[in-house]
């Protein structure tokens, strides 16, 4: 059963195995910024060449865990956050913010010297009497938040991987397994504790500071502020069930098929479900297979039996491996979850879900043409690919609508949508820009024939978006302009503009 997990987890976000972190030196000094901040926060800054330095390196990618900054600020209270951001822009000095550490772009939440803002001792969760709010600090990994609610049978709209952090999933957006009742997990935060540029803590709700509220559903945070708190909406929970099967490339159009009909049909039919395709590439066999993970919120009964809206895929008679299994959050948690120690880049186009079989054998032409140009070019790599294909049906679309929805400009109307992103890890940095190059050409080539084929949308994933996608762009004008006035209501001297290095900010 492990084995099918990890296969899927493959599917999710191919992997390879780890490598341990003590193996290189950093060599830059402590610089301005450090020492001002070990100045008003003695015993928090860690610099190179020291234990809690290497504690803060762990990044999911090697990209990531190779840039050093000159020092790293791990702040225990959202006061030590409002001193590190006043003195920070006071000095007018370039930092980023980790929480999981998950984006793999170099320097996505990493800086080359300058300052890296580790929330990691934020990692308070508190849960409400009345079990219908959970407070998260934003350190927290998805795994500290599961291994608390699990026993109480409760459960929040969060990540599906370990290791990812609760603030990068949220900001961006947050695909969950209980997005089909209840919308990505930025649709399912009761307020935010946010420090502003200025120093300012400030709560970001539906009744207070709404437009920042509204902002930080999606909008990208490193315009707005460093979030301290996330107070989420929680709610009963049983074990999560999920049946993992195996196809061969040959099917891979009947397993599309397939999928588009569920994402059309099934999943608003039955909001309890969610799922997923990957179409991976065995590199020993040469051979491609669909692996697709379809998931339910509730165990069905009989446990044994298959949701309805699930049993066409048991139809197709070329599975080479089908299995089911019931089990707790945490557990799925941790079989997803993708190893540290590759370097990784991704990208994704988001389309119409009733894209032809016509486009879909040509989005394959091109996903293989372009693995087979990698291999080619590989040296002595290994380069691994993989086409994810994931649902945002019409439910998931309504539920987004709530609390005067969030910033990604989607409405019913625009679905049902399945998202393709192309997650590809190889080992030698030597392969950096042709793994890159080769990833971004894709998505170009992929969105143009979604225009070709009338199935584009503008709409790119913050989450999975390639490191040159201009993501809010794609939330349309009016919501990119509200996105900018907002910026500038909150930070009027765009400090965190000029000084927050990072991924999918705004222009001003
Ligand atoms: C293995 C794997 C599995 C994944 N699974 C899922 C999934 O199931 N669903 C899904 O939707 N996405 C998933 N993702 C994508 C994931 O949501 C993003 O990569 C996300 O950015 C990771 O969050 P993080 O906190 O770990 O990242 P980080 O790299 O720490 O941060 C990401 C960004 O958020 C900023 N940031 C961090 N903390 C704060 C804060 N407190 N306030 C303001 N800004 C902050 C950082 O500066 C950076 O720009 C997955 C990614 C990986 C690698």
Partial sequence: MVVQFRALSIALLCSLSGITL??????????????????VLPGDVAYPNTTAFFQSTSYWSEQQFETRPSCFVTPKSTKAVSTILKTLTQGNWPFTVK??????????????????????????????????????????????????????GIAVTGGRDMNVGVSGLILGGGISFFSGQYGWACDNVRGYEVVLASGRIIYASPSENDDLYWALRGGGSLNFGIVTRF?????????????????????????IAHFQNLTTYGMPEDTGTSGFVGINLNRSSGAYSADVGLLHATEPSPPESIPAVFKPFQQISSAT????????????????????????????????????????????SLYQSRNIALFENEGDDEIAPTALFQPIPSNVLQAMQKNGGNAFGLTPSDGPLI????????????????????????????????????????????????????????????????????ARKYDPQGKLAQLWKGYFKLDR
């Avoid at 193996?23 to 450090?34: E, G, K, Q, S, V």
């Avoid at 107070?231 to 397993?255: C, E, H, R, Y």
């Avoid at 042709?434 to 790119?460: C, H, M, N, W």
Wanted: glycine share 6%; aromatic share 12%; with cysteine.
């Fill in 419 to 486: 998202m393709i992103s192309f997650p590809t890890s190889w080992a030698n940095r030597q392969n950096d820009e042709l793994v890159q190059s080769s990833t971004r050409k894709l998505i170009a080539d992929v969105e143009r024939k979604a225009k070709e084929y009338k199935v584009y949308t503008p709409f790119v994933y913050l989450n999975y978006a390639g490191d040159k996608q201009e993501v809010q762009k794609g939330y349309g004008k009016e919501n990119y302009n509200r996105l900018e006035r907002i």
């Fill in 22 to 39: 003590a193996t290189r030196t950093p060599l830059y000094a402590r610089d301005d910024a450090c020492t001002a901040l070990a100045a």
């Fill in 321 to 364: 491996a089908n299995s089911t299994t019931a089990a707790d959050a945490s557990t799925f948690l941790r079989l997803f979850a993708t190893p540290y120690g590759r370097r990784w880049t991704w990208g994704n186009v988001v389309i119409s879900a009733s894209f032809s079989r016509k486009f879909l054998a040509e989005i394959l």
């Fill in 99 to 152: 929480s999981g550490g998950h984006i793999p772009f170099a320097g996505g939440s990493n800086i080359e010297n300058g300052v890296t803002v580790d929330l990691v001792h934020l990692n308070d969760i508190k849960i409400f009497p009345d079990r219908q709010t959970v407070s998260v600090g934003p350190g927290n990994r998805w795994i500290n938040v599961t291994e608390v609610l699990d026993p109480l």
């Fill in 231 to 255: 107070d989420l909406v929680a709610f009963d929970q049983g074990k999560i069930w999920m049946n993992a099967l195996s196809f061969p490339g040959t099917s891979n159009a009947t397993v």
